[in-house]
Structures are given as C-alpha cells and as structure tokens.
C-alpha cells in the first residue's frame, strides 16, 4: 500500500490565528513531517477567489514543497486545467519536476465552481473541450519533443518544451467526479484522483465506469494505479478521533456544499448545510478512529475495491497546526507501517 497526505489549501480559519505566511510556513512544516512519517506523497489543491486565501498557485508551493525534501513525492490535485494555457502548466511542471529531482505527479481535473471560469474569462461551455485539448497537449509536451497542435481552443507550432523534466515522462492523474469525467479519464488511460466523497459503492461505479470506457478504446487498465482520496482522522482515543472527525470534516463538507458541490448521502442529494442526512455523511466514506480501526477501514478498501493507493486528506483548515501535525505523525507511525 501507498499513502499520500493532504490536500493543502493553505486557507485561513476565522477560529484560528494564522496569517498566510504563517499557513505557508505550516505546510512547509508537515509536508517535511509526512516524510519523515513513512507517507508516499504529498498533494495540492487549486481554487481561486476565495475569501480563505485557497491557494491559486499549486505549482509555486509544490516547489516550495521539493525544496524542502529529498523522498517525497509532490503532486498536484489538482490544477484546474481548462482555466490555463496547457504549455504553461506542462513548463510549470517540468520546472518542479527539476526542483524535486523526478518527484512530481501531475493532477489535473475539469473545475466546477462558476466563479473561477467568470473570473478567468473562461466560459463554463468550454470546460470539457478544453480538458481534452488541455490533456493531449500536455502530452506532446511532456514528451519533451517539438510539436505542432492546432484544435478549437489552443494552437501551437513547433513549440518544444524547456528545461525537460527529469522524469520521462511525469505521471499524470485526472480527477473526476461526474460519470463523463470519470469515462474520459478512462478513454486516455491515466489513473483516476477519486475524490473523498464517496462511497464504496459509489467508487465500485467510478472504477466501472473506467474500465468500460477504457476496453472500449482498447486501453488495458491491469497496471493503472488509482488513488483514492480518503478524509482521516486518527488518535489513540476513539472518542477524540470522532469529534475530531465531526468538529473538522462535517464542518469542511458543509462549506463545500455552499461552493455548489453536490452530495449524496443513503441515496439522497442533500438540500442544504442544515439537511439531517449530514448527520450520517461519514458511512463508508471517512477513515476516523484509533490506528487499529483505520487499519481495518484501509484493508477493507484494498480487499473489495482493489485500492492500493490512498490519499489521506488531513490537513483541515480548521485544524491547528499542533493537531495536524499529531494526526500526521499517529497515522504515519502506527497506520501505515502495520498495514497487513
């Protein structure tokens, strides 16, 4: 099994003190705890315009974040890619590539908040046209030979990207939500960021989805290695991991839901932040509880889903740093390694 951590937004809390330059530093603080607590990786989110600062700028910190450290991986989950020039975000990539010596994933999604595609100048219409021509441009890009592309949003001739990244080429990871995100992750064949939202049986149907899609262009999904995003929560009291779990992660999905992220809970789309369905939001979706019960949790997800890569966001911006840092050094000290 491998673990990544996250997903850091760098967002301020009104219940808590921090500035931004305080929350930088923060992130700078865990990421080179994580390494040094057995996680694989570490990943980064993107939104814009938000009054918590989240952070814009994935790439920036994502070097900040190689700096720092010599093991992990540093990845992306992800840039917003119809919002950017698709060169852009490959010589982005390369350059972070290098400042990590070959340790950077690229995730990239589509975006759903209107806000950001108003503020960009982007219109929603063209979200999926520029995801796909986003994604087989960052393909010939990252090839690192010159290419040509001329399609409906971009064009570039004989563009070659510089410096070339060290790894050849970098991973690249699409997430998706919706069933025709998730199919067009499928029809070009690279592993799914599933997000931590869902169900088992809701993942079941995303990995379907997948593998439908992809025999269908006659793309092989046997060696795809899939990461699921999982909410976690650890501490040696049960009862502290769950009011942890309640005091952090409800109170993080409410504030997704007022950004127009649906969700589903015992089959329902909930209505409001104040709908009683939020009460069982965590049922087959959270690892909250003591190391043993989140052992359980991560074997259940490797025996019936196939999972063998798992994300766990934990840095809540509602979390002191103390907290998260504890939650960090519990999971990767007493989870991980005893995962069967």
């Not at 590539?97 to 990239?108: A, C, E, P, Y």
């Not at 950001?116 to 990252?142: C, H, N, T, W, Y």
């Not at 592309?149 to 997430?175: C, D, M, S």
């Not at 997948?210 to 262009?217: H, M, P, S, T």
Request: glycine fraction near 8%; include cysteine.
């Amino acid at each position: 099994m491998k673990f990544g951590i996250g997903l850091f937004g760098m967002q301020t809390h009104p219940e808590l003190p921090y500035s931004h330059p305080e929350l930088y530093k923060n992130a700078l603080d865990q990421v080179k705890l994580a390494e040094e607590a057995n996680f694989d990786s570490a990943w980064i989110s993107e939104h814009h315009f938000l009054e918590d600062g989240y952070c814009p700028s994935p790439a920036v910190i994502a070097g900040a974040m190689a700096a720092v450290t010599s093991k992990i991986r540093i990845g992306s989950s992800g840039i917003i890619l119809p919002l950017h020039n698709p060169l852009k975000v490959a010589e982005d990539a390369a350059v972070v590539d290098n400042i990590s010596n070959g340790r950077f994933d690229l995730g990239v999604v589509l975006g759903y908040r209107k806000e950001e595609f108003k503020g960009m100048g982007v219109p929603m219409s063209q979200r999926p046209s520029r995801m796909d021509e986003g994604i087989e441009v960052l393909e010939k890009a990252l090839s690192g030979k010159a290419f040509t592309y001329e399609g409906k949003r971009h064009k570039f001739e004989n563009a070659t990207l510089t410096p070339k990244p060290v790894q050849n080429p970098i991973p690249l990871y699409i997430g998706a939500f919706e069933e025709p995100a998730i199919r067009r992750a499928g029809r070009y064949g690279y592993p799914l960021l599933i997000g931590p939202g869902r169900t088992v049986g809701m993942v079941r149907d995303t990995l379907a989805y997948y593998n439908d899609e992809a025999k269908k262009v006659g793309k092989s999904t046997d060696d795809i290695e899939h990461i699921l995003l999982r909410e976690t929560f650890v501490s040696p009291d049960r009862d502290k991991a769950i009011e942890g779990g309640n005091n952090f992660i409800i109170s993080m999905y409410k504030f997704y839901f007022t950004l127009g992220v649906k969700m589903f809970v015992r089959g329902q789309q909930l209505k409001d932040i104040d709908d009683p369905l939020f009460e069982h939001l965590a049922e087959e979706r959270f690892i909250i509880g003591t190391p043993e019960d989140c052992i359980k949790e991560i074997e259940m997800y490797r025996d019936e889903l196939g999972i063998n890569y798992i994300s766990c966001r934990m840095v809540f911006p509602q979390a002191s740093h103390e907290i998260i840092s504890n939650c960090i050094e519990t999971f990767g000290k007493e989870v991980i390694p005893n995962i069967k």
